[in-house]
């Protein structure tokens, strides 16, 4: 058995650091639930609140980073999942459940793709090892990682040295070692990952990627608008000319779709008239004096749009209608930047 024992004093320090920020994650989720009782509110602004909440985010991703596994998929999706729920709460209550559901499997999903890095790295290095593309009988080797022995390779001389050394880098990529142990099964001169054969972890990495799933699924349906969307943005109000009878001096149908194709140019992450959420395949059209959106019939007079989005963004785009509903006919708009707005799911 070989083993090297290096970088420990600083690998303890690491992992005495990702403990408190786990700490961390906890203190603040307290915190926050500390700060939405009523009667004793020291910081009643939601957005202040979700400010705290992205704290965490910014400190996964800055460990994701250090440990190069930004990149990987399922550390994206929980980091974009994670910062997603944040935006979408609009309650301290919702804002607390939130932290507690992903604070902790945020960590845990950077560690095992970590992890999972290494593992491949170490598969790579196996294979273009000397020796083992010269073994073509079948033999296994265990690989493992500790923080206080080192790396151990068994059994003994299974690899070459510039090979056990490159492991040893690997292991401590990033300035961290993790405990693992890699189980590899060697044949005909390639190395593979030995299958598992529990159970268990078969049923983790199911629920891990049904999870991803579901994930992905909430935010197509959010994206198409056949789910609830929560955020920043402005409201819209356009007004028929005062004492407004005639076609130019009321809103018709082609200055509304002239709006939201303009907003969802801007940016829109999606946009409600009369609370009627807009889809791929919705109507704007006049019916007489009436104006239908998804074929049914919405308020006019004012005639109401809400927008998620960048707020900025959004108002400034469609300064231009002003102007032209100022020239022609004497329209009016009004546009209120909110920075907590809610837009139905799409029905018909």
């Known amino acids: ?109 950077i560690l095992r793709e970590y992890e999972n890095q290494q593992r491949d790295m170490v598969i790579a290095l196996i294979n273009s090892d000397p020796k083992i593309r010269n073994t073509y009988s079948k033999k296994n080797i265990t690989i493992s990682f500790d923080p206080e022995s080192g790396v151990v390779v068994e059994p003994e001389n299974s690899v070459e040295e510039s090979t056990y050394q490159k492991i040893s880098e690997i292991a401590y990529q990033g300035d961290i070692i993790t405990r693992q142990s890699i189980e590899i099964e060697v044949a005909e001169g390639q190395a593979k990952l030995a299958v598992p054969h529990n159970p268990l972890d078969h049923i983790t990495t199911l629920t891990s990627e049904l999870d991803a799933l579901r994930t992905i699924l909430y935010e197509t349906r959010v994206s198409a608008g056949f789910a609830e969307l929560t955020g920043p943005g402005i409201i819209v ?88 509903f100022n020239l022609y006919g004497g329209l009016r708009m009004e546009i209120e930047k909110v920075d907590n707005l809610t837009l139905p799911a799409y029905s018909n």
């Not at 190069?68 to 709460?89: A, G």
């Not at 356009?238 to 194709?261: F, K, M, P």
């Open 1 to 109: 058995m070989r083993s090297i024992n290096v970088h420990v004093k600083e690998s303890k320090m690491l992992i005495f650091t990702l403990i408190l920020l786990m700490l961390n994650t906890f203190l603040l989720t307290i915190g926050i639930n500390i700060l939405k009782q009523d009667g004793q509110v020291v910081m009643n602004d939601l957005n202040t609140k979700k400010q705290f909440a992205e704290e965490i985010v910014e400190y996964n991703q800055r460990l994701a980073q250090k440990l190069n596994v930004d990149k990987r998929t399922k550390v994206k999706e929980t980091l974009s999942r994670f910062h997603y729920e944040i935006n979408l709460v609009s309650s301290s209550e919702e804002l607390y459940k939130v932290i507690q559901a992903n604070g902790r499997s945020v960590q845990e999903t």
């Open 237 to 324: 109000k356009l007004y028929d000319a005062e004492d407004g009878h005639t076609s130019e001096t009321i809103v018709h149908d082609s200055d509304i779709r002239d709006i939201v194709n303009e907003l969802f140019i801007i940016g829109a992450q999606g946009i409600a008239i009369g609370d009627k959420r807009l889809i791929a395949t919705s109507s704007i059209r006049c019916v007489g004096p009436t104006i239908q959106v998804n074929y049914q019939s919405v308020p006019v007079n004012p005639v109401v749009i809400k927008a998620v989005g960048d707020p900025e963004s959004l108002e400034s785009g469609l300064d231009i209608f002003n102007i032209i």
